[in-house]
């Protein structure tokens, strides 16, 4: 049964740095889709960055781009997103999530973007991690 766990999050200063991970068990990301999106309070998630592995494509949502960065590890059970030059609004709780590639809509781009939507019902969720950024 395929798990995700969360870590990497924490308080930092605007125009810091994290990396946050996403560790799955139970069964290898090769042909998954991974996303991670956010969640300030009061606002509704959004999606912040994904990428299909199956592919190797990836997306990013207007607002991170140039500033975080999506990656996975060679044994396809961890996906990090690296998050540099942080801002106040990227304060929330961040969520990894995963399905099946063959729940996509084909390749990510910017005309094709991960949706929430696509990791239900199908795919699985992580408990979530902090990140504030704040002076």
């Known amino acids: 049964q395929l798990q995700l766990v969360e870590s990497g999050g924490g308080s930092v200063q605007p125009g810091g740095s994290l990396r946050l991970s996403c560790t799955a068990s139970?069964?290898?990301?090769?042909?998954?889709?991974v996303g991670w999106f956010r969640q300030a309070p009061g606002k509704e998630r959004e999606g912040v960055s994904c990428?299909?592995?199956?592919?190797?494509?990836?997306y990013y949502t207007d607002s991170v781009k140039g500033r975080f960065t999506i990656i996975g590890d060679n044994a396809r059970r961890t996906v990090y997103l690296q998050m540099d030059s942080l801002r106040p609004e990227d304060t929330g709780t961040y969520y990894c999530?995963?399905?099946?590639?063959?729940?996509?809509?084909?390749?990510?781009?910017?005309?094709?973007?991960?949706?929430?939507?696509?990791?239900?019902?199908?795919?699985?969720w992580g408990q979530g991690t902090q990140v504030t950024v704040s002076s």
């Open positions: 990428i299909n592995n199956n592919d190797g494509s990836t």
């Open positions: 999530a995963a399905v099946s590639s063959v729940f996509l809509d084909g390749p990510y781009s910017t005309s094709n973007p991960c949706r929430d939507s696509d990791f239900d019902p199908f795919g699985r």
């Open positions: 139970g069964v290898a990301l090769d042909d998954y889709g």
